[in-house]
Nanobody, 124 residues
């Protein structure tokens, strides 16, 4: 499985971006796909994910601002990021895993497949 992320950039606070992650190598519709991020000097943190049953899960700090979506026909998952804040600045990684229990969704070690990351920088 290969994951190719894109869509990052430099935006002002309050701006928006749409991150994309294209998966290749196998049919991914029954897998968990999502996004993590890592800011300089900080650990990677969960952002959002689609569960195998199609539920969307978000970290609290992005609820109402970020939206995860997917296009199974294109093997692509998206992250629409709105109302960006300087604290959202990070490298954003798309991830993929097989079946996960709910509590495992939030741990980076649960995901064997990672994209290369796309930088999001929010200026104040």
């Amino acid at each position: 499985v290969q994951l190719q992320a894109s869509g990052g950039g430099l935006v002002q606070a309050g701006g928006s971006l749409r991150l994309s992650c294209a998966a290749s190598g196998r049919t991914f519709s029954s897998y968990v796909m999502g996004w993590f991020r890592q800011a300089p000097g900080k650990e990677r943190e969960f952002v959002a994910a689609f569960t195998r049953t199609g539920n969307r899960v978000y970290r609290d700090s992005v609820k109402g601002r970020f939206t995860i979506s997917r296009d199974n026909a294109k093997n692509t998952v998206y992250l629409q990021v709105n109302s960006l804040k300087p604290e959202d600045t990070a490298v954003y990684y798309c991830v993929l895993a097989g079946s996960l229990i709910s509590s495992a969704l939030y741990s980076s070690t649960s995901y064997p497949y990672w994209g290369q990351g796309t930088q999001v920088t929010v200026s104040s």
